[in-house]
């Protein structure tokens, strides 16, 4: 599901959370809403877009129309000062269902920021077993540079056999909850720290009086 950004200040920055899978509840997508409220913990606004909201056509760039999520999803994107992606692994990579919806960032080629310049991405991945949440984590990273994003210095492999969530959305292992808070944390520091910088950079150049 997705919709407005968080109740909180709007000169916050705004994180956007893509990913889970088909199945609402999926370990991936409550990953995903932990690391947001985490990110709200240090500040920011968020949004999220599950994968009943990435279910969008398959990407074709000579397929001039956008249906209206996927009008909203780029919305969203070129808004966000920061982005956290969650995928499941499939066959040791990221999901067709993440893949797509970062094709449609194509859309956004020719943006000031293209696709997904200046902002910090954090990385989650899930799988049964730890080989696959490495793989598909190694992945992941992999598009966000071809995208022209900023890792965190952190990435977040689960292995679902291990790790479950509670009802409540809390990850049974402590270590895993770690992870994501730090995550969380370092994509919204970035957001800031990017935001600020930007700022900066639009004020006119002072001169300064030579005595």
């Known amino acids: 599901m997705f919709g407005e950004p968080?109740?909180?200040n709007s000169d916050?920055?705004?994180?956007?959370?893509?990913?889970?899978?088909?199945?609402?509840?999926?370990?991936?997508?409550?990953?995903l809403r932990y690391a947001l409220k985490e990110a709200e913990?240090?500040?920011a606004r968020t949004m999220l877009f599950n994968g009943e909201a990435l279910m969008m056509p398959m990407y074709a760039p000579e397929v001039p129309h956008r249906t209206g999520e996927a009008q909203a999803f780029i919305a969203a994107l070129r808004a966000a000062d920061g982005i956290i992606i969650a995928s499941p692994a499939y066959h040791g990579s990221i999901s067709g269902l993440v893949k797509n919806a970062l094709?449609?960032?194509e859309d956004m080629r020719n943006d000031a920021a293209a696709y997904l310049d200046g902002r910090a991405v954090g990385c989650i991945t899930c799988a049964y077993g730890p080989q696959a949440a490495g793989t598909t984590l190694v992945a992941l990273r992999s598009i966000v540079h071809a995208l022209r994003g900023w890792p965190t210095p952190l990435g977040v492999g689960i292995n679902s056999a291990?790790?479950?969530f509670s009802s409540e959305g809390e990850p049974s292992e402590t270590a895993i909850a770690d992870q994501l808070k730090i995550m969380a944390t370092q994509v919204a520091?970035?957001?800031?720290?990017?935001?600020?910088?930007?700022?900066?950079?639009?004020k006119p150049d002072r001169l300064v009086a030579v005595a």
């Open 12 to 31: 916050a920055p705004l994180i956007v959370g893509l990913g889970g899978t088909t199945r609402e509840g999926s370990s991936t997508e409550l990953a």
């Open 103 to 105: 094709d449609y960032t």
């Open 41 to 43: 913990q240090a500040g």
């Open 189 to 202: 520091k970035g957001a800031f720290a990017m935001r600020a910088g930007l700022a900066a950079a639009r």
């Open 6 to 8: 968080t109740e909180k």
């Open 162 to 164: 291990t790790c479950r």
